[in-house]
């Protein structure tokens, strides 16, 4: 049985993580917000999974802020990406479950993803912490996840690199 090892993306890891993302999604649509989220200093923690000793999955978390009585700093998870001959093999769920450890000691108190609810629900994540939320996203795909005292109210405002999407 192979094991999953994960570790920090690295600056040569780009154009392998490019190619994962494109085969992941069908398209390179994500790897562009990758490309712009670097681009624009908005990545908060990157994280590749390694298989047999080659990437086969990516994931990265992106700087988000919520606008309420106050301004507050949260993280957008997007995109989570396996190559495609690695799927159901347990690559995601090794990367969701290290970047939350990660994330937790990073100080990061509540993290968001728009996706599959049966899939992100594995992982803590509901739609009914981030129902109370502003953002044009807004509906049973957006979810999210407290890791500590976070508000559950205000406008999300996500990097700019998302608008391109």
Do not use: W
Not at 54 to 83: C, D, M, N
Not at 111 to 118: C, E, F, K, Y
């Amino acid at each position: 049985m192979s094991s999953i090892s994960i570790r920090a993306a690295e600056p040569e890891d780009r154009s392998l993580i490019a190619s994962i993302v494109d085969d992941a999604f069908e398209g390179p649509d994500e790897a562009k917000l990758v490309q712009h989220l670097h681009n624009n200093g908005d990545v908060v923690l990157e994280l590749v999974a390694e298989l047999d000793g080659a990437i086969a999955g990516h994931i990265l978390f992106s700087r988000l802020h919520i606008e309420g009585e106050t301004r507050f700093e949260a993280v957008a998870l997007a995109p989570l990406s396996v190559a495609s001959e690695h799927q159901g093999k347990g690559v995601g769920a090794a990367l969701i479950k290290a970047a939350h450890q990660q994330l937790v000691l990073m100080g990061e108190t509540l993290a968001v993803v728009l996706g599959d609810p049966g899939y992100y629900g594995r992982f803590g994540y509901i739609n009914e912490r981030a129902s109370g939320f502003t953002s044009p996203y807004q509906g049973e795909y957006l979810q999210a996840l407290a890791f500590g005292n976070a508000p559950s109210t205000g406008t999300l405002i996500y990097s700019r690199a998302f608008e391109a999407l």
